[in-house]
C-alpha cells in the first residue's frame, strides 16, 4: 500500500506543524478541523511557519509556495476523510475529544484508511477500541518544532498488524523524521518519559515555592547550555498540552504533589488564557521572551 492522501486532523500546536512537514515533502494534505474560524487561525499560522523555515533550514520561497499550495482545509470530516490513505490524528489530549472523534471517523473513513493518533500521553491500546480498526491504528507521536527536531516515536498496540506499522514507517521516512521505533506500548513513549519528570520537577521548585521561573530556566540553561529550562519549553508546547498532561496523571494517580501543579497551571494559565507561545503570553510574553535576550543569563 502507497500512501498518498493524507489528512491531518487538528490544527493546533502539533498539527499545524505536522501539516506542513507533510506538504513540505511534496504530500497534498487535507487540514480538518471543527470549524472554519479555527482553519482561517491556521492559515495564518502556516504563514508564520514558513518563516522558521527559512530561517532554521533554509527553505526557499519556492519551496514554501509548493507546500502551501499542498495543504487544503475543511471542517467536513466526511469530505476531509473520503479518500485518505492515512489519518494523523492531533486533537487535543481529552479522552472525551478522542473517543469522539474516532467513533465518527470509523464509520466515515474508507476500509483502506489507516489511523495513527500523535497523543503525548494515551496509550494506543486505550483508543483502539473506538477506531473500528484497532489492526490499522498506531501512534505517530511527532516532537515539536518537527522541522528541527525530526523524530516521530511509531508505537503499535497488541492488535496492531506489521505490515501497517512498516508502511507507516516508511511513510515518516519520507516526510524527512527519523523514526523512533518503540517494541512495546510506554506510557510516555521515549520522549515524555524523558520528558515529564523534568518538567514536573521545574513545576514542583515553583508551586512549592523553592524559586521562580525565570531563575529554574536560568539555572537549567547555564549549567546544561541548553537553549531552554522547563519553562520556556512549555510555552513552547502549549500550556494546554501541560494542563492536559498534567491532569491526566493527577487523575489516574491521585498525587497531591500532582494536585498542587494542575491546580496552579488551571488558575495561572488556562483559566487566564497565558497558554504560551500561540496566545502571546504563558510564563513569558512572545513573540521576543526574554530567555531568549543575552541579558538572561547573566
Not at 43 to 66: C, H, P, R, V, W
Not at 196 to 221: C, E, H, R
Not at 224 to 245: E, Q, R
Not at 287 to 296: G, L, M, V
Request: no cysteine; hydrophobic share 40%; net charge negative.
Amino acid at each position: 500500500m502507497e500512501i498518498k492522501n493524507i489528512v491531518v486532523a487538528g490544527s493546533g500546536t502539533m498539527g499545524y506543524q505536522i501539516a506542513f512537514q507533510i506538504a513540505y515533502k511534496g504530500y497534498k494534505v487535507k487540514v480538518y478541523d471543527i470549524n472554519d474560524a479555527v482553519l482561517e487561525k491556521a492559515k495564518s499560522k502556516f504563514n508564520i511557519l514558513s518563516e522558521a523555515y527559512k530561517k532554521d533550514i533554509g527553505s526557499t520561497n519556492e519551496q514554501l509556495k509548493t507546500a502551501l499550495n499542498n495543504l487544503d482545509y475543511t471542517s467536513n470530516l466526511e469530505l476531509a476523510v473520503k479518500d485518505a490513505d492515512l489519518v494523523i490524528e492531533a486533537v487535543p489530549e481529552n479522552i472525551e475529544i478522542k473517543e469522539s472523534f474516532y467513533t465518527q471517523l470509523a464509520k466515515l473513513a474508507p476500509e483502506k484508511t489507516i489511523f495513527t493518533t500523535n497523543s503525548s500521553t494515551m496509550l494506543p491500546s486505550l483508543l483502539a477500541k473506538f477506531t473500528g480498526r484497532p489492526e490499522k491504528f498506531l501512534t505517530t507521536h511527532f516532537g515539536i518544532e518537527v522541522w528541527k527536531h525530526n523524530l516521530t516515536e511509531i508505537m503499535g498496540h497488541p492488535a496492531t498488524d506489521p505490515t501497517y506499522f512498516d508502511i507507516v514507517t516508511a511513510f515518516i521516512k519520507s516526510i524527512g523524521m527519523v523514526p523512533i521505533i518503540l517494541h512495546k506500548e510506554q506510557a510516555g513513549y521515549v520522549l515524555n518519559t524523558l520528558l515529564v519528570p523534568f518538567l514536573q520537577a521545574g513545576l514542583g521548585l515553583l508551586v512549592n515555592g523553592v524559586s521562580d521561573y525565570q531563575t529554574i530556566d536560568k539555572t537549567w540553561m547555564i549549567a546544561t547550555d541548553a537553549p531552554f529550562g522547563p519553562f520556556s519549553f512549555m510555552d513552547t508546547i502549549g500550556l494546554t498540552t501541560v494542563y492536559n498532561v498534567f491532569k491526566l496523571m493527577y487523575d489516574t494517580t491521585k498525587d497531591p504533589s500532582l494536585e498542587k501543579i494542575v491546580t496552579y497551571l488551571k488558575t495561572e494559565h488556562i483559566d487566564k488564557g497565558k497558554l504560551g507561545e500561540a496566545t502571546g503570553e504563558g510564563f513569558y510574553k512572545h513573540p521576543n521572551p526574554n530567555y531568549k535576550s543575552k541579558e538572561f543569563l547573566k
